[in-house]
Structures are given as C-alpha cells and as structure tokens.
C-alpha cells in the first residue's frame, strides 16, 4: 500500500516537471518571436525613409565637411614677456635637437680656449732660448693666459646681460685668434707675455657666458646633463693641450703651438655662427622692434 503511494507520488512530480519544462520552451519561443517581429518592423521602417531620402541629400551626408579655417592668434601688442607657456621663440620650448646644437658649439669654444693655455707649456725651454730668459720666466706666458681667464669674465658678463650671448661669443672669437697669431709672430718676450694676457681676456668670457646660455634652455630640473657636459670641454683643454703642443714643439717649433691653436679656436668659432640667441630680454627687444610694439622694460 505504501509502496503504492510512494510511485504515484513521485509520478506525479515527474509529470509536473515535463509540463513546467514544456511551458517555459513555449514561452521562450514566443519572446524570440517577437524579436524577430519587432526587429523586421524597424528594418523595413529603416529603409522605408531611407527610400524618401533625395539621393542628393545621401551624397551631401556622404561627402566630407568643410573644415573651418584655422585663425592665428592676433599678434602681441606688448613685448614685455612671452605669449604665453607656449611660445615658439622661448628657448625653453625649443627641440632637443637644437638646444644640442647651441650646447655643442659653445663647449668647443670653451676647449679651445683652455687648450690654448696649456698647449704653449711643452715648448717653454725652447721660449727660453729664443728669448734668452730664464725657464722660469717662460712659464709666464701660461700664467699670465689664465690670469687673462680669469678677468675676461668680469668685462663680458655685463655686456652679455646688455647684447646678449651671442655678441659675446662672436665678437670674442676672432679677437682670441689675432691675439693668439700676435703672440706666434712676436719678436720680442714682452710682446708674447702682453698678446697671451689679451688672449685670455678675450678667451675667458665663454668660460662664463657659456653657463647662461644654458640656464636660458633648460629649467632647473633638467639642467645636470647639460650643464655636465658643457663644463667637462674646459677641463679636458689643459689635458689635451700639452698633448697637441708637445707633437708641434718637436716636430716644428715653439710659433707651431700658436698655429695649432689657431686652428682649432677657428673650427669652433665657425660653429658658433649659426646660433640664435638665447637670452630672453634681446629676443623681446627683437621682437618688439620686428613688430613695432612697445620694447620689455630694461631691467634694473
């Protein structure tokens, strides 16, 4: 009896499972159905307008805009700072390719310059001869070259922050090679030691305007690179110098070691022709008067 009830029971169940199942299969079928329906409903109402439409229309849809033209800024009606964080004349902004380009040649000057101190030392007893002097008395005309270093500075420095970089590196160039040839073509010991102290004056201030160059292209955060490798040019001078002035000392003679100077003082000078200025206040002024606007204050 009980056995009886227990099959009947769970037939029961299985049947009411079959139809659950069956029922949900139905209704699955008439969702999908209807999404069909409403799917076939929108694609003929889609080409039912895209039937009206003017074909010219279509073509006016299809084809590409006109785009507006681009208008410039208007152009600064003050020179007083940049136009903005922006502006393509601020050395800042410039490509690293072309703040290289300023960095290199000014490091070569710089080389040439304190290589011209030391390259004269290898022929000092042979000075000593020509002249008749005493060999301490021939190392003078190393001394009094860097004591010329050390003053040139003191002279640039303000009519850099007046002219700008560039003035001082063009104009003091070719004043430090005829000053240089003017102490290969001496005739007398005080003629050299005079020409080699007016070779340091006028070598000296790249030594220091060099530095500015570099503040005036790269912010404070990215200045070591730079900065490194602009300062590394004047210390291998005074190594490599004695090095090229030992070989013309013994296969020339002493008046070699100007020449040799000479020679690489103009390879470098001719590098630096090219470069634009860098400091801010003459760039403003040229701008100014480019524009004829109102020039930047002078600075206290």
Known sequence: MDA?????SEASKEGYLHATAAHDLEKQDSIQDRTRLEAFKLGSDNDSVQS???????????SPQPTKPHHEPPPPTTAEDWNGPDDPDNPLNWTMRKRALHIAPIAFLS???TAGSSMITPAAPEIARYFDVSRTASILSLSLFVLGLGLGPIIAAPISEKFGRGVVYKASGPIYMLFILGSGFSKSFG????CRLLAGMSGGPVLAVGSGTIADMFPPRHRAIASGTYVMAPFLGPALGPVIGGFAAQFKDWRWTQWCTIFIALAAYLTILPMSETYKN???????????????????
């Open 282 to 300: 003459i760039i403003l002024q040229r701008r100014a008067k480019k524009l004829h606007i109102p020039p930047p204050p002078p600075r206290p």
């Open 191 to 194: 003629g050299l030691l005079v």
């Open 4 to 8: 009886t009830t227990t099959n009947s």
């Open 52 to 62: 009206d439409r003017d074909p010219e229309d279509l073509e006016k849809a299809l």
């Open 111 to 113: 080389f040439a310059t």
